[in-house]
Structures are given as C-alpha cells and as structure tokens.
C-alpha cells in the first residue's frame, strides 16, 4: 500500500497553516490569500484521510460526513461525505448508503485491489461515478455537489454525481418579448438551457464542451456549436479566448463579454447577449458559437455583426414586407435616439435660417421666460429621464411603472409651467428616450444613450458641423470593428451584395439560400434552389375534374 510521501506531507501541512489564518505562513507564501490545494495522494488508512477532509471542509454547517461498513466487502469500513444543501440527500440514502450497507452479492479478490471496482460495477447505483487519485480533485469534486466516498485500506476515492439542480422555471422572455414566436427563455440552470437548444437542434452534430472558469467560483461556461458548420479556427479562438481567463470568479456572462471582446475601449456590444433560445438556435444554424454560463440566464453568441443588434426574430415569423418595415423603423428609432438631441440644439442655437419663420417665431415664444439655454435644458431633461428609468427599473414592478409613469408626467408638466424648461424641449427628449427602447438587444440600447451625450456637446459647440464630425467619427470606428476576428460592420463594410438580401431589409425567405459568407468561404448553402411559393400551374375547368 502507498503511502504519501514527505514533499505531498509537507505541502499540505503548509496549505493547511494557511487555511486556518497563519498570518506567518500567508506572508511567506507571497501575495495571494488563496493558495492552491495540494496534489496529495490519498492514504490507505481510512481515518488519515478522514481526518483531513474534516479538518478541509468541517468548518462548514451544511458538511455531513457518514461512517459505513460495506457488507458485500466483509464489512469493511468507509466514510461518505457531502455538502447536504447542494445534493439529492434522498438519492444519497437510496443509490448509495443502502447499497453498501445492505448489498451482499460482491465478492471482493485481494484487499484494495477489486474493491473500488466492485463497488462501482455492483453496488453503487448512480448513474455517474468517478474515481479520484488526489485530494484536491476529491474536494473540487465535493464542491460542486457530488458526494465523496473513501473505503479503508483503498488509496482511491470515489466522486458519486448525485447533484441537486435548483432552478427556475422556463418563463417568457423578460427583456425580449415577442408578439409572435416561441414564448420560452432561458433560466440560470446550463443544463436546462442546452435543453432548449437541443429541443430546436435535434442533430448529432451539436456539440456542447464545458470549462471552468473562476479561480474560486468554478463557473461552468458552456461552449455549443455544430460541428461541420462552425469554423474550426472560430472554435479554437473562442476556446482559447476563454482559457485564459485567469480570475477569481465569473458570476455573469458580462464578466466573459469584458475580457473577451475584440476592443474592450468601444461602447459598442461586440458580442450577442441574448435570453432567447430561437436566437441563439438560429446563430448556432449559421455557423456560430454559443457560450453559455451557468447562473445567468443571458446566452452569448459570437461573432455578432452591427445588422445583428437591430434584427429581432420576430422578423422572420412573420412576412417578408412587414419585417422590412419594422427592420426599417428600428434603424429610423437608433439614428432619432442618437442624433435628434445634437439636430435639436445645433438649429436652434446656430442654423435657425434653416427653419421656417413661423417655427422660429413658436420656438422663441415656447422659450420665453426659460433662464437657461438649449443645452442646460436638455441636460436636465435627460438626468430626470435617465434617473426615472433607473428608478422604473429598480423598484418592484408595481411601483416602478407608477414612479416612472406619474413621475415623468407630473416632472415635466411642472418643470414646463415652472418656466425652467420650453415644451418643445420636453417633446424632444419624450422621443428620444421612446426610441432608445426600441433596440431589442439590451447593451445596444446602452451605446446609443452613451454616445448620444458627445454627439449633443459637439451640436452645442460645432453646430451641424460637430454633429457631422460625430457621425463621421461613429463610422469610422464601426468600419474598423471586429467581432472575434469578423469584420463588426459586414456585409457592409467590407461590401457583400449578395449577404444584404438579410442587413437593412428582409428579403423573402426562399432566397436566403446561403450562410452569411463571413462565416463560410464553401459549402455555404442552406437550402435548396426554387423553393419560392408559386400558385398551381393547373388550369381548372369549371365544373371539370382537379
């Protein structure tokens, strides 16, 4: 029988000083307060190994350690222990006490030879179970919700996945509902959610690999894609992108969006955050990767375009024309919600010939008595919008709808009577917070109200001119985007006519046949040729045979 040898002795004496606050030991240790468990290797004496799981993990008031004699194994001894809020403690009695306890049919050969296997093969009844060669995977194992199992005499531990999920139920969308389309979002639970996708992609080929993330957390990250279809080098960069994350904890996919992002200075989201599974089954289909992270419910899928951000998938249940024309009034919204305060503040402060004279005339006389100028106005206008839909957004629902309802009705109407703001003003930034909602990807709402903040300096200082700079400046920067390697802007920028036919409008269905070219340089096509609706060839005589 092994037995540890005095190097594994030693640092795990110094890993255990650590744990138990040795100030001494922590300051020789270096600058970080988490010191990685140590690779040991278990002992054949059960008490030993026993002993220091409990000195680990007893501190915990939901650890529960159970001493067994295994009655197939002669009535050998064996200790089970576990973290009880994380695990089934039913599916803990039933496919694992029980069995040891009272199952006599195995025959063990030599004393820690056959033993565990045994164990494995004819009386544990779950359905996964692994073998442990070290503490620290032994632990990991625990840690997560699987219930560890020593045996006296063995060197070898055993992980039993017995794990207890706590989820919420499937829910409509909170932040991308649709009139028409699946009603389904997805939960905190990864499991759950690659359930989903699997419902919607029901092929061999979808693979999903899992990681780690979270020196402490130990998130699992999901990353799903079908193979054949994505990229291999798209899946080795997404891959590699997430391998080197070296953090403590990753408690949100807004943690993966940050630190893997093509250019983490843009405002711009460069990654699709979504709680819709038919989105993220429709970007899967075309080639991309989907990464999931467990405890959120917000799927991100990569690479993302701009067109990307503007589409919803509500646009292709319904017709061709109207999707076009719902496409079109997104488009119409972002540029009012980006652009409409600056225009606003640049005619009335320095173009005024551009407008009628009766609309100059109304202008001054709304404006009369208001202390301030356009741009003070407007800046107090927008915290006071800003602020109520923070406020709309924090409180219970019940209450944030009143709060942002009653509040910006009666706000507006006594700053207006007040004199401290014009009407027209109050219209404006009515409209521009309007359509800053329209957006149906959430951080793509966000960029539009950050830069809209610049644009409206550069109207107050520089006139059209500024905001024409601004544009410009906003173009440039989107041209030179990239999206985990793919240009952020294509078809666009760089031009691809034949990938437009899904960009500013929706063309018909039959004649998206290929996969966006970005993403596939052969073998792009999706669907057979000719499949566009035709009314029957046939000619019926009345009163004749079909």
Known sequence: MKSRDTDQMDNLLRYIDAYRGDTAVQRSGGSD??????????????DENVGLIQTLMGDNFDFILRRVRIRAAGGRRAAVFFLEEIVDTVEVSETILEPLAHFASFEPGEPGQDVMGGIVESILEAAAVAEQHDLRGLLEAVSTGQVGLLVDGVDRALSVDVRKYVRRQVDIPQT???????????????????????????????????????????????????RGLAAPSLVHEVKSRLRRLDVDAVLESGYIEELTKDDPLSPFPLLLSTERPDRVAAGVLEGRVAIMVSNTPFVLVVPTEFTSMVSSPEDYYVGFPYGTIIRMVRYLALGTSLFLPAVYIAITTFHQEMLPTELILSIASAREGVPFPS???????EFLFEALREAGIRLPRPFGQAVSIVGALIIGQAAVQASLVSPLLIIVVAVTGIASFISPIFSMGLAMRFLRFPITLLGTTLGLFGVAVGVLAILIHLAGLRSFGVPFMSPVVPANLTDWKDTFVRWGMWTMEKRPSQLFKSGRRRMARGLKPEPPQERFRQGGER
Do not use: K
Request: hydrophobic content about 45%; overall charge negative; proline content about 8%.
């Open 33 to 46: 307060p988490l010191p990685d468990i140590p690779q040991v290797a278990f002992s054949p004496v059960l």
């Open 176 to 226: 991308e509902s649709s009139v028409r389309g699946p009603q389904d979002g997805f939960t905190e639970d990864e499991y759950l959610n690659l359930a989903l996708i699997r419902q919607r992609i029901r092929s061999p080929h979808l693979v999903a690999e899992s990681l780690n993330l979270g020196r402490v957390t130990s998130t699992v990250v999901g990353v799903v894609y079908i």
């Open 375 to 381: 741009i003070v106005e407007l800046l107090i206008m």
